[in-house]
């Protein structure tokens, strides 16, 4: 198959979706490989190392031309969707249904009939591979980039890594991937944190051992970290605990995404303005789901790696795409998990065959000009067509 790797265009956007080693084992296979020039550039791989490893260097309208399966990071700017065509196999991180995306630009996106393969969504029962090296790296990056905020516009070093230091306060919403990412590089620190989960302390400890790969360990009492879960029910219970924490807090990580049993008429806002407003000046403020103002009023997503805004005199940091800001260890975690996707892709026969793969089949959102991804569907209001049921109507060979 004839395999084209894109340049990122995205405002600080640098990573790359396959390395130079990869391209060279996927032309060992037969494949021909066309790597756009300076694509790998932002993550450390040299357009002489693509040529080295077998890549054909080529201007974005070859590689459009003359590749079947194209291979990007980020979703494609409005810019970019004439690129593809009925032909194309498009296999990156979509993100259609996000509620920073315009129902309008993913009809007029899906439009040009491509098969839309997302990192996001490709997996089963319930676990994304593509999606959790990107997470964890977020959870990281936000609390360093958290602390790096609180002392230059707070004055407050947050670590406790000797006893003379009086340390900074954090709190962290959520305990998925992003927030055990960010607890574990807080509590390393000694910050004094204070998290906010769905369910207790047994279940957080439970959640902790598995990613971290350790066995009873009880992280809640190790680090002392108090816990505020959430309260369904009445939702404006748990939001009047955390209104009277974020007083004491340098640092907010909301690191949660809106569950379906939380709708907005129930909940509109987990931190409204005026609890915002309740904050110290110059305390941080952070939605690393990059959702925009979805559950914390004041946040907005930002495509630069180092924007930052004040809102009731916080300091509001969203950056949409974080793992960017370390290009090279992002990509090498990416494309170690999608490779073995890009490689049973190229081997196919016919776009049939690609629902032999339960995992893969769950990522295909679009194809034929149809939205084919249910929640996507759902959320944007748009029309949803199974599959299984585009496919039928449309035989293209690989």
Same mark, same amino acid.
Not at 211 to 227: H, K, P, W
Not at 254 to 279: F, H, Q, T, W
Not at 365 to 389: F, N, Q, V
């Given at each position: 198959?004839?395999?084209?790797?894109? %340049? @990122?265009?995205?405002e600080?956007?640098? =990573?790359?979706?396959?390395?130079?080693?990869?391209?060279? +084992? &996927?032309s060992?296979?037969?494949?021909?490989?066309?790597?756009?020039?300076?694509?790998?550039?932002?993550?450390?791989?040299?357009d002489?190392?693509?040529q080295?490893?077998?890549?054909k260097?080529a201007?974005?309208?070859?590689?459009?031309?003359?590749?079947?399966?194209?291979?990007k990071?980020?979703?494609?700017?409005?810019?970019?969707?004439?690129?593809?065509?009925?032909?194309?196999i498009?296999?990156?991180?979509?993100?259609?249904?996000?509620?920073?995306?315009?129902?309008?630009?993913?009809?007029?996106?899906?439009?040009?009939?491509f098969?839309?393969?997302?990192?996001?969504?490709v997996?089963?029962a319930s676990?994304?591979?593509?999606?959790?090296?990107?997470?964890?790296?977020t959870?990281?990056?936000?609390a360093?980039r958290?602390?790096?905020?609180?002392s %230059? @516009?707070?004055?407050?070093?947050?670590? =406790?890594?000797?006893s003379?230091l009086?340390?900074?306060? +954090? &709190?962290?919403?959520?305990?998925g991937?992003?927030?055990?990412?960010a607890?574990?590089?807080?509590s390393?620190?000694?910050?004094?944190?204070?998290?906010v989960?769905?369910r207790g302390?047994?279940?957080?400890?439970c959640?902790?051992n598995?990613r971290?790969?350790?066995?009873?360990?009880?992280?809640i009492?190790?680090?002392?970290?108090?816990?505020?879960?959430?309260?369904?029910?009445?939702?404006?219970?748990?939001?009047?605990t955390?209104?009277?924490?974020?007083?004491?807090?340098?640092?907010?990580?909301n690191c949660?995404?809106r569950?379906?049993?939380?709708?907005?008429?129930?909940?509109?806002?987990?931190?409204?303005?005026?609890m915002?407003?309740a904050?110290?000046?110059?305390?941080?403020?952070c939605?690393?789901?990059?959702?925009d103002?979805?559950?914390i009023?004041t946040?907005t997503s930002?495509?630069?790696?180092?924007?930052?805004?004040?809102?009731?005199?916080?300091?509001?940091?969203?950056?949409?795409?974080?793992?960017?800001?370390v290009a090279?260890?992002?990509?090498?975690?990416?494309?170690?998990?999608?490779f073995p996707y890009?490689?049973?892709?190229a081997?196919l026969?016919?776009v049939q065959?690609?629902?032999d793969?339960?995992?893969?089949?769950?990522?295909v959102?679009?194809?034929?000009?149809?939205?084919?991804?249910?929640?996507s569907?759902?959320?944007?209001?748009?029309?949803?067509?199974?599959?299984s049921?585009?496919?039928?109507?449309?035989?293209?060979?690989?």
């Amino acid at each position: 198959m004839n395999i084209g790797v894109l %340049k @990122e265009i995205k405002e600080d956007e640098r =990573r790359v979706a396959l390395q130079p080693i990869q391209a060279q +084992a &996927l032309s060992r296979l037969g494949h021909h490989i066309y790597v756009e020039i300076g694509a790998g550039e932002g993550a450390g791989f040299s357009d002489a190392d693509y040529q080295v490893c077998g890549g054909k260097l080529a201007m974005k309208d070859e590689v459009l031309a003359r590749a079947r399966l194209l291979l990007k990071v980020k979703e494609p700017l409005r810019s970019e969707y004439s690129d593809y065509a009925p032909h194309h196999i498009l296999f990156t991180y979509l993100h259609f249904d996000e509620n920073n995306v315009d129902p309008r630009d993913v009809s007029e996106l899906i439009s040009r009939g491509f098969l839309g393969i997302a990192y996001e969504w490709v997996g089963k029962a319930s676990r994304y591979p593509l999606l959790e090296p990107m997470s964890q790296l977020t959870g990281y990056l936000f609390a360093q980039r958290a602390l790096e905020l609180c002392s %230059k @516009e707070k004055g407050v070093f947050c670590p =406790r890594n000797e006893s003379g230091l009086p340390g900074g306060r +954090a &709190l962290i919403i959520g305990c998925g991937n992003i927030g055990l990412s960010a607890f574990k590089y807080l509590s390393d620190l000694g910050i004094a944190l204070t998290v906010v989960v769905t369910r207790g302390r047994e279940d957080f400890n439970c959640k902790a051992n598995a990613r971290f790969e350790t066995e009873g360990v009880d992280y809640i009492g190790a680090t002392d970290t108090n816990l505020i879960v959430m309260n369904n029910k009445d939702p404006s219970r748990t939001q009047d605990t955390i209104a009277a924490a974020l007083s004491e807090m340098d640092i907010v990580l909301n690191c949660a995404v809106r569950r379906s049993d939380l709708p907005k008429r129930k909940m509109e806002y987990l931190i409204d303005r005026s609890m915002v407003g309740a904050m110290q000046r110059g305390s941080i403020l952070c939605d690393c789901t990059a959702c925009d103002r979805e559950l914390i009023e004041t946040c907005t997503s930002s495509a630069s790696l180092y924007h930052s805004y004040r809102e009731e005199n916080v300091v509001h940091y969203n950056c949409d795409h974080i793992p960017s800001m370390v290009a090279n260890t992002a990509t090498r975690l990416l494309t170690a998990r999608t490779f073995p996707y890009i490689r049973y892709i190229a081997s196919l026969k016919s776009v049939q065959t690609i629902t032999d793969d339960e995992s893969l089949c769950d990522g295909v959102c679009c194809y034929g000009g149809h939205l084919t991804h249910a929640l996507s569907a759902e959320k944007k209001g748009l029309p949803y067509r199974p599959l299984s049921d585009v496919i039928k109507t449309i035989s293209l060979p690989m």
